[in-house]
Nanobody, 132 residues
Framework: QVQLVESGGGSVQAGGSLRLSCAAS????????MAWFRQAPGKEREGVAA????????????DYADSVKGRFTISQDNAKDAVYLQMNNLKPEDTAMYYC?????????????????????WGQGTQVTVSS
């Protein structure tokens, strides 16, 4: 069983920064794609950033939504079983519930890292509110 617990959300003014954390437990952590999604009221859940680190090799796959490129950075710490989302230059349109997600690596998943349907495990979410 995989469990994901998010933390680090809060309220900031536009231009500010937040760092979200996701603590993961489970049996496939070393070969899992980890991602952050967000969902604003009345909108569909959208992929924000995703990462896969190939164990024992320098290969890293990452993907970002166009709306956050250059502002958000996803990272993973396998030693701590954690994934992070550093969010800089936040905008009011970034306001949403942010969810951590994980899925085992399988054929085709690296090509769809920002598709919610690819993910089997989800956290409960952490709220991010950006005021203008």
């Amino acid at each position: 069983q995989v469990q994901l617990v998010e933390s680090g959300g809060g309220s900031v003014q536009a231009g500010g920064s937040l760092r979200l954390s996701c603590a993961a437990s489970g049996s496939f952590r070393s070969r899992a794609i980890m991602a952050w999604f967000r969902q604003a009221p009345g909108k569909e859940r959208e992929g924000v950033a995703a990462i896969y680190i190939d164990p024992g090799s320098p290969n890293i796959a990452e993907d970002y939504a166009d709306s956050v490129k250059g502002r958000f950075t996803i990272s993973q710490d396998n030693a701590k079983d954690a994934v992070y989302l550093q969010m800089n230059n936040l905008k009011p349109e970034d306001t949403a519930m942010y969810y951590c997600a994980a899925t085992p690596l399988s054929a085709g998943t690296l090509e769809a890292m920002l598709e919610a349907l690819e993910y089997n495990y989800w956290g409960q979410g952490t709220q991010v509110t950006v005021s203008s």
